[in-house]
């Protein structure tokens, strides 16, 4: 007889494992739209089942929280109930001897907070405010809007031209989205509870490569209306994009000499080929846009003339400011910022780096954009330095691992302390303190914090500072703009506080974002402004939906982008994805489950087909 055995799992436990994997793609699919109150209780009670029983708090205290928000959610609970419930959470956060029954209870105590009004809707209306039209998730969670189900089905069937038309009605940026959207409508493609979510960008960059030229649709007639847009990147021109479709005169303001914003002057050409996007603006621009380059809010021109001269205007400015670490010797030579430099780059200046030692400080996309530039600019070394951790990089993790594969070093939980410079003033070294991390912030990141360890000199040549953008405020302030912590005050309308015919959108209202967001407060702004000047114009694209088909939905492998060898695609600015293959769409594109038909849309919600 063995006094041990080897363990090895049984029929049941792989039944189990199975289960919990089931179950987590379908956490990580579940739809926006729910019901905050249900969505809470579910979790709840999921915390509730992993609890070890122990400690009185977790046996009795989430099954207790578990029966009053049942109450929430059935009509019979009272105002009451709600102190009740809060009461309860707080004791078992302060009481729970481990984290499961803390983090449960804590799960209570924020939705509370969070989502007051809904538990109160229920209580005091017995209805919910999420209602019961629940949307597509890709198209929800697209702050554009765009009808993702449908133009996937169009690449399915060849129809590239077509895909391109149905984006543009609720993104006139589809090259631009097709190479650097983030893509957030992956996050919950409902296809993660059979295998993994659909390459939604993948397949829009394949509409886009295979289109060919797609002619712009027509105008509306004239209304004899003029609007002014200062700012000519993703959101005033996408603002100015559909306001001309719908017969308004827009006139656009640029400081810079060319059009663009942070798709010319922040995104490098290894990421956006220069020709893709200066094709999307002349598109943009064929409509009859009136643009003017070089000019500058409170120099060339002052925000009251342009409200006097127009019917209305829509301020998008974005966030080209460099913000500054506030170490000792940042005004050092060879100190630089990230939007200095790529303002160069976008401009063709290319700096020269050659044989140097370049050190690049932030963890973010523009931090990856330096860093993997300065690579191709022939730098010998390229450190990035960041406090936290990797997976605590706001970059996309395709940007670290992209750079890293092509030689630069990534220094995680290091805090620059100082720059050390020569008798001359120019940078020599960067100064940084070891951190470990600590407790989890609010937005649910691990805090860093100095280790007990000495500082580690880093010898740069040029060092570059990469830690975020902020707002160009001057000559907007003095003209009423009201501003508060940097950026403008918009409504969620994009209308500027008591200004009757002002606007504002993007980057210079929410800080430093997304492309498709600014693009999408750009088609909210002129939405708004067109029926700001008396007028509702719909925005429709005449483009039909291929059917859907039945065919069987087993699991299957997402088929992603590949890259150029990394060796090659170091030494140039040429683009470094390669897209898809015609066979690799088309089955892409099969794996849609189509859910504006079947079983989610076709219900509660569906195609949205005009707006």
Request: overall charge negative; glycine content about 10%; charged content about 20%.
């Given at each position: 007889?063995?006094?041990?055995?080897?363990?090895?799992?049984?029929?049941?436990?792989?039944?189990?494992?199975?289960?919990?994997?089931?179950?987590?793609?379908?956490?990580?699919?579940?739809?926006?739209?729910?019901?905050?109150?249900?969505?809470?209780?579910?979790?709840?009670?999921?915390?509730?089942?992993?609890?070890?029983?122990?400690?009185?708090?977790?046996?009795?205290?989430?099954?207790?929280?578990?029966?009053?928000?049942?109450?929430?959610?059935?009509?019979?609970?009272?105002?009451?109930?709600?102190v009740t419930i809060e009461k309860t959470a707080r004791t078992i956060v302060n009481t729970a001897d481990c984290a499961i029954g803390r983090d449960a209870a804590r799960l209570v105590v924020d939705g509370l907070e969070g989502f007051r009004d809904d538990y109160e809707e229920h209580i005091l209306h017995h209805r919910c405010l999420a209602g019961l039209k629940y949307p597509v998730p890709c198209v929800a969670l697209c702050p554009a809007g765009v009808d993702i189900p449908g133009y996937m089905a169009l690449v399915g069937?060849?129809?590239?031209?077509?895909?391109?038309?149905?984006?543009?009605?609720?993104?006139?940026?589809?090259?631009?989205?097709?190479?650097?959207?983030?893509?957030?409508?992956?996050?919950r493609c409902r296809r993660n509870m059979i295998d993994d979510a659909i390459n939604i960008r993948g397949l829009k960059r394949y509409a886009v490569d295979h289109a060919g030229e797609?002619?712009?649709?027509?105008?509306?007639?004239?209304?004899?209306?003029?609007?002014?847009?200062?700012?000519g990147g993703p959101s005033g021109l996408s603002c100015a994009y559909y306001l001309t479709l719908m017969g308004h005169k827009v006139t656009v303001y640029e400081?810079?000499?060319?059009?663009?914003?942070?798709?010319?002057?922040?995104?490098?050409?290894?990421?956006?080929?220069?020709?893709?996007?200066?094709?999307?603006?002349?598109?943009?621009?064929?409509?009859?846009?009136e643009v003017h380059t070089g000019v500058t809010v409170g120099k060339d021109i002052w925000i009251e003339d342009l409200q006097k001269e127009y019917d209305?205007?829509?301020?998008?400015?974005?966030?080209?400011?460099?913000?500054?670490?506030?170490?000792?010797?940042?005004?050092?030579?060879?100190?630089?910022?990230?939007?200095?430099?790529?303002?160069?780059?976008?401009?063709?200046?290319?700096?020269?780096?050659?044989?140097?030692?370049?050190?690049?400080?932030?963890?973010?996309?523009?931090?990856?954009?330096?860093?993997r530039s300065s690579i191709r600019l022939g730098a010998e070394k390229v450190t990035c330095v960041y406090r936290r951790r990797v997976a605590d990089m706001t970059a996309l993790p395709d940007e670290v691992t992209g750079a890293m594969a092509e030689g630069a070093e990534i220094m995680t939980l290091a805090a620059p302390v100082r720059i050390e410079a020569d008798e001359e003033g120019v940078a020599k070294a960067l100064w940084v303190q070891p951190q470990i991390i600590g407790e989890v912030d609010k937005a649910g990141r691990p805090r860093p914090g100095n280790a007990d360890l000495p500082e580690v000199r880093l010898e740069a040549d040029i060092i570059v500072v990469a830690?975020?953008?902020?707002?160009?405020?001057?000559?907007?302030?003095?003209?009423?703009?009201?501003?508060k912590r940097g950026t403008f005050v918009a409504g969620l309308s994009g209308q500027v506080g008591d200004m009757d015919n002002v606007f504002a959108g993007g980057d210079c209202v929410t800080g430093p974002a997304t492309a498709i967001r600014a693009i999408a407060a750009g088609k909210v702004a002129a939405a708004n402004i067109d029926e700001h000047l008396g007028y509702r114009h719909e925005i429709t694209v005449d483009v039909e939906i291929p059917s859907p088909k039945l065919n069987n939905r087993a699991p299957h492998g997402r088929i992603n982008t590949t890259e150029r060898e990394a060796g090659q695609r170091r030494c140039d600015f040429e683009d470094i994805e390669c897209g898809l293959t015609q066979e690799g769409a088309v089955t892409e594109a099969s794996r849609c489950l189509r859910c504006d038909h079947f079983g989610y849309g076709i219900f509660k919600g569906g195609r949205v087909e005009k707006w």
């Open positions: 007889m063995s006094r041990l055995d080897i363990k090895s799992p049984s029929r049941a436990e792989t039944v189990v494992e199975n289960l919990y994997r089931d179950m987590e793609r379908r956490i990580a699919a579940s739809p926006p739209g729910l019901c905050p109150v249900d969505m809470a209780l579910s979790f709840l009670r999921l915390c509730h089942a992993q609890s070890c029983g122990k400690c009185v708090p977790c046996r009795i205290g989430l099954g207790q929280l578990s029966l009053l928000l049942e109450q929430v959610l059935s009509g019979t609970a009272t105002m009451s109930t709600l069937e060849g129809r590239c031209a077509d895909a391109v038309r149905l984006i543009r009605k609720d993104n006139p940026f589809p090259t631009a989205c097709a190479y650097i959207c983030e893509h957030p409508c992956e996050a797609v002619p712009q649709p027509e105008c509306a007639p004239s209304t004899g209306k003029k609007v002014a847009i200062v700012g400081e810079a000499k060319q059009l663009g914003g942070m798709l010319r002057y922040g995104i490098p050409n290894y990421r956006f080929p220069r020709h893709l996007l200066n094709a999307e603006i002349e598109s943009i621009l064929s409509l009859g846009i209305c205007l829509y301020i998008a400015i974005g966030a080209h400011q460099d913000k500054k670490t506030g170490i000792p010797g940042e005004d050092s030579v060879n100190v630089i910022s990230a939007v200095e430099m790529l303002r160069d780059i976008g401009d063709d200046i290319m700096p020269d780096f050659s044989g140097k030692k370049v050190v690049v400080i932030g963890g973010g996309n523009v931090a990856m954009d330096v860093t830690i975020g953008q902020g707002i160009e405020i001057s000559g907007f302030d003095a003209a009423g703009v009201p501003i």
